[in-house]
């Protein structure tokens, strides 16, 4: 009889299921966190022969495939490449377009190209 009597407030108790509908869902997504890592993306290599997979067989006009230039190398080794040093180094500055061409003469490559003093591809291609 005392039980009837007493009044429940439902809009305090739907307060605290929502309440701890979210303090359950922010333990579970730390303990996914923690407990399954992923690997950073500058640790990542550059080639990914499963990424190159998903891509050939989704029917894309263009496929994916190996380049011998980029075999082992990590996607940290190209921040240069993008002027990202700046990210890590904030007093590198404009120096990051520099290391860039250091960085591709280092590695040999470009080094026997001429390139044209100008190009128009509306002249080359009509």
């Known amino acids: 009889m005392l039980k009837r009597s007493k009044k429940v407030d439902t809009k305090q108790a739907q307060y605290d299921l929502v309440i701890y509908g979210f303090i359950a869902v922010c333990v579970i997504a730390i303990l996914l966190h923690f407990l399954m890592p992923k690997q950073k993306l500058y640790d990542q290599l550059v080639l990914d022969d499963s990424e190159i997979l998903v891509h050939n067989g989704q029917g894309h006009k263009f496929k994916h495939g190996r380049n011998k230039f980029f075999e082992g190398k990590i996607v940290r080794d190209f921040k240069p490449w993008f002027a990202l040093n700046h990210l890590v180094d904030p007093n590198l500055g404009q120096g ?14 470009g080094d026997d190209i001429k390139l044209p003093d100008s190009y ?3 002249e080359a291609y009509p």
């Not at 520099?98 to 490559?109: D, L, M, N, V």
């Open 96 to 109: 990051a377009m520099s290391i860039c061409a250091t960085s591709i003469t280092k590695e040999g490559q």
């Open 120 to 122: 128009d591809w509306r």
